[in-house]
């Protein structure tokens, strides 16, 4: 059962364009949804991350906007830029004994900008 | 600080061979896990630990071991290497009071 659906798998944008990724989560457990940005060949990183009780998080150029209702989360990267081209990953956590938090990942989305 | 390092960072097997891919964190965290990365299927969780001496499975843990003796350390063991196997893999970590999770830069495994 996947519990983080991702869309698009990839995505072409244009410089300057605006690029959205789109994430479902099944699990109203769910407390934490961050984003991680992977280039090729190195391990994913934090990019931005959310909570539920905000409904939109901006940092520079990228904002989370989260729909706790319909249980949907999507990355906006304004202005985009050919260095933005990566892939992108949203995930998903709760509290799960011990103090630990599992990550559930979903299947990413690789983002090309053209100049 | 190092951040997460794994090693080695390209391997290539013949099915049956064993082989462990080492993790080590100089960030002091208590949270440690393995990811494995496939194309198309994102990032799955095959074991973590929340401490020394503390193990447990995620998502696909069959075929793989771990243990964890010290706080910085946490390797992945493979007993019989079989060419399911043939993966990225991912070593994280993170305090365990928060969520941001560090990872390494990978280890590229080829099992024929």
């Known amino acids: 059962q996947q519990q983080v659906k991702q869309s698009p798998q990839s995505l072409i944008v244009q410089k300057g364009g605006i690029s959205i990724i789109n994430c479902a989560y099944e699990?109203?457990?769910?407390?934490?949804f961050p984003w991680y940005q992977q280039f090729p060949g190195k391990g994913p990183a934090l990019l931005i991350a959310?909570?539920?009780?905000?409904s939109e998080k901006k940092e520079g150029r990228f904002t989370i906007s989260f729909n706790k209702s319909a249980k949907q989360f999507s990355l906006h990267i304004m202005d985009s830029q050919p260095g933005d081209s990566a892939t992108y990953f949203c995930?998903?956590?709760?509290?799960?004994?011990?103090?630990?938090?599992?990550?559930?990942f979903g299947k990413g989305t690789k983002l090309s900008v053209i100049p | 600080n190092a951040g997460v390092t794994q090693t080695p960072k390209f391997q290539v097997l013949k099915t049956g061979q064993s082989m462990t891919l080492q993790c080590a964190q100089d960030m002091n965290h208590e949270y440690m896990s393995w990811y494995r990365q496939d194309p198309g299927m994102g990032l799955r969780l095959i074991h973590y630990s929340v401490g020394a001496g503390i193990t447990d499975q995620g998502e696909v843990p069959n075929g793989y071991n771990v243990s964890r003796s010290t706080t910085e350390d946490f390797p992945l063991r493979l007993l019989s290497a079989a060419p399911s196997q043939t993966s990225v893999y991912f070593c994280?970590?993170?305090?365990?009071?928060?969520?941001?999770?560090?990872f390494g830069p990978g280890t590229r495994l080829t099992v024929l």
């Open positions: 995930a998903a956590s709760m509290r799960s004994g011990a103090g630990s938090y599992q990550l559930t």
């Open positions: 699990n109203t457990a769910f407390d934490y």
């Open positions: 994280a970590s993170r305090e365990l009071a928060y969520n941001e999770q560090f």
């Open positions: 959310i909570r539920p009780d905000v």
